[in-house]
């Protein structure tokens, strides 16, 4: 792993302590904030694992050394300041310790004029109407219908886009991918198959394409 700049830029506290908040790679979900030294630092660096300062035990703490949970380091970067940093990882499970996969799992309060669109939240809202059916539904009645129906529909809605595609209309072209993109998710909740395992099929093959890139430009 590289750094670009030295570690003594890094502003740690009167107790030699730097904030480190840890997000996921990929869907950049906030997953914990712990506390780090220069220690903790650089052995995150020699391992690639994260590694944080236990400030109850006053010890190094390696994330997953218990749990088996532990995080792979893809990158550490400071703020402007640099007196904070941010972790980014690929988990192997949760981060807390109850069991969540996030440590920020405690609503405290929700603005009711604004909602926090994800994906996430659309595709459990989509499992919702397949688990626990909800009279006219739209997504209840595809999985009624079943696999068949579904991928109709998929198809058609992969038309849909060509014709739009086709037109040269953007308008038109962004709201027909936008039923397209619906439909796969149906099919995704339908078969199983979870964002990280499309997230994972795509970084697997951006690090094939990569090293493929590395060996010509050594040909």
Known sequence: METSFNIDELKFDENGLIPAVTIEAGSHKLLMQAYMNRESIEKTIETGLA????????????????SG??????SLIADCDKD?????VVADGPACHTGEYSC????????PDLEDFTIEGLMKLIDGRRTSPKEGSYTTYLFQKGREKILKKVGEESTEVVIA???DD???TIYEISDLAYHVLVLM????????????????????DHKVKQEKMTD
């Not at 909740?189 to 094939?208: N, Q, T």
């Open 51 to 66: 590694t944080y300062w236990s400030r109850s035990r006053k010890e190094l703490w390696c994330k997953g050394e218990t």
């Open 69 to 74: 949970n532990y995080q792979h380091v893809v």
């Open 84 to 88: 904070s940093l941010e972790v980014v």
């Open 104 to 111: 920020f799992h405690n609503p405290l309060w929700k603005n």
């Open 165 to 167: 595609g086709a037109t």
């Open 170 to 172: 953007k308008a038109e």
């Open 189 to 208: 909740i339908d078969m199983d198959i979870s964002l990280k395992d499309i997230h994972d099929e795509l970084a697997r093959r951006h690090v094939i």
